[in-house]
């Protein structure tokens, strides 16, 4: 696996093409990006910012951060679909985070030759990030703005470049406003610019313009959110956030009972050391403990690394898309150790060449294991789509599924049965569910308790058996 560039073809040429021929590769399999509820409702909001900025009504309230549906809203006058608008904002948030990691590296360290070899195989190649790069998700958008303000925040410090200052503070803003968790990860390098400031007091002079830009850029979220501005920070997991959580592997909450295999404190740090996300992570941590070679790594991202894989084991929850935040630090920290290792044991060109071909094809395998259940639940999806346009037009209880057919735009009055608890049923309805999908996770929650009463009180009548287990009924009064 050679390489090497020349004038002709940049690092940054090939750190763009590979991004973008998996995203087609996926696209040609029929795979459009969607994928489980969170996909939807970026996609569905999206689409009413687009329709309010066309003059029709207002898009309304929203939980999550505004950035992503707020950029595809105004992108899709470009693009013209929101799908396909979406997922260009996620490969082009790939592309970027490609690139400025690679910028990265090639800041903080003299030696790196195999630089471009490493993020290839252990970024854009890592199966997670592969993942969460076709997905119509906003975790990459905020990522890549994760990247590029730590690049700059670095940069301000080592080389006093004033415009990167401000390129810092704007790129943390945009990261926190995509997702609000990028502020752990952000707020060391906020101290790591805050003691350089103090220590030449004459660039304090830029915090007020700096201030006022981000007044600015604040603008979306204060505006949408003006009725609850801090709701976010009432989020039912930051409200249970514990010490005791670091412990824990099961966890009953609001989402239903989950059953990990491992305590929390070590999935938080999962990203350094599993195949998932860092096939060689064990490899190169094992030859740090062993102090096989030297490892002096920059203190504010090891800290900022740390923070914030420490808030997440505080977590009620896990979930292997919280990890792609901070998992850039994790790479540039290792990248030293990876390059030390290549010329302590590879001294001949063929062996190394060997190894990153043979690293290449386990990457690729892995990549398709993991991506497996997304294709899959998206052609799901699809076929149950395809199953429920006849009957449309009804009253629709349902749930998890329901979030699909209303993002592929059937038309029900949806009954969503883990929002409400109802004690009645509108006879004649129709009811999608799949009761052994859910019987442990959201045993007596509202998806199940609804689930027992209409069994209890009503005559289920079979219309049309789904995929999955999946069953259409009509909902019939027992007398």
Same mark, same amino acid.
């Given at each position: 696996?050679? @390489? ?37 409702? #970026? ?22 951060? $505004? #950035? ?17 608008? $979406?997922?260009?904002?996620? @490969? ?14 090639? %800041? ?36 890549? =703005? ?7 925040? $670095? ?63 604040? *603008? ?49 740090? #999962?990203?350094? &050391?599993?195949?998932?996300? $860092? *096939?060689?992570?064990?490899?190169? @941590? ?21 923070? &914030? ?13 919280? %990890? ?7 790479? *540039? ?27 290449? %094809? ?36 349902? =749930? +998890? ?11 029900? +009055? ?34 199940? %308790? ?30």
């Amino acid at each position: 696996m050679n @390489l090497k560039t020349n004038n002709i073809i940049s690092p940054y040429m090939v750190l763009t093409l590979v991004p973008f021929l998996l995203l087609m590769f996926t696209r040609a399999l029929g795979f459009d990006g969607l994928y489980g509820q969170d996909s939807y409702e #970026y996609l569905r909001y999206s689409n009413a910012l687009y329709n309010a900025l066309n003059g029709g009504e207002s898009a309304g309230d929203y939980f999550w951060p $505004l #950035y992503y549906p707020l950029f595809g809203a105004i992108a899709n006058f470009v693009f013209g679909n929101i799908t396909i608008t $979406l997922s260009s904002i996620t @490969l082009i948030a790939s592309i970027i985070s490609s690139i400025y990691l690679f910028k990265i590296i090639r %800041l903080l360290y003299d030696n790196t030759e195999y630089a471009l070899h490493f993020i290839i195989l252990f970024f854009i190649l890592s199966p997670s990030i592969f993942v969460f790069g076709v997905v119509i998700m906003s975790d990459l958008l905020s990522t890549c =703005f994760i990247i590029l303000a730590i690049y700059h925040a $670095l940069k301000f410090n080592k080389q006093s470049v004033t415009r990167s200052l401000y390129y810092a503070a704007v790129f943390a803003l945009s990261a926190i406003m995509t997702r609000y968790a990028s502020f752990v990860v952000l707020v060391p390098f906020g101290f790591l610019i805050l003691f350089k400031l103090l220590k030449h007091k004459r660039q304090l002079v830029h915090l007020l313009p700096i201030l006022i830009i981000l007044g600015i850029l604040s *603008i979306p979220h204060f505006y949408i959110r003006s009725d609850n501005v801090s709701g976010f920070l009432n989020h039912d997991w930051l409200q249970q956030w514990s010490f005791l959580n670091f412990f824990k592997s099961e966890f009953n909450t609001v989402d239903g009972t989950s059953y990990n295999k491992l305590p929390n404190i070590f999935y938080a740090f #999962y990203n350094a &050391y599993h195949p998932k996300f $860092l *096939i060689i992570g064990i490899v190169l @941590l094992a030859a740090i403990a062993f102090k096989k070679l030297k490892f002096k790594p920059n203190k504010t991202i090891l800290i900022s690394y740390l923070l &914030y894989s420490l808030f997440l084991a505080g977590i009620p929850f896990q979930n292997s898309r919280f %990890l792609v935040l901070n998992f850039g630090l994790i790479l *540039i920290l290792l990248f030293p150790v990876f390059q030390s290792l290549l010329h302590k044991f590879s001294a001949r060109k063929k062996i190394r060449n060997s190894t990153f071909l043979f690293i290449l %094809l386990i990457q690729i395998t892995l990549c398709i294991y993991v991506f497996r259940p997304f294709y899959h639940r998206n052609q799901l999806e699809k076929r149950i789509v395809t199953l429920m346009k006849p009957y449309q037009n009804k009253t629709l209880y349902s =749930f +998890d599924i329901d979030i699909a057919l209303k993002g592929r735009a059937l038309n029900f +009055d949806y009954k969503n049965m883990w929002i409400e608890r109802y004690s009645n049923f509108n006879s004649n309805a129709m009811v999608l569910f799949n009761p052994n999908k859910f019987r442990i996770q959201w045993k007596d929650k509202n998806p199940m %308790l609804n689930w027992k009463n209409m069994e209890d009180n009503y005559r289920l009548k079979l219309i049309k058996e789904g995929p999955e287990g999946w069953k259409l009924y009509e909902l019939k009064n027992k007398n």
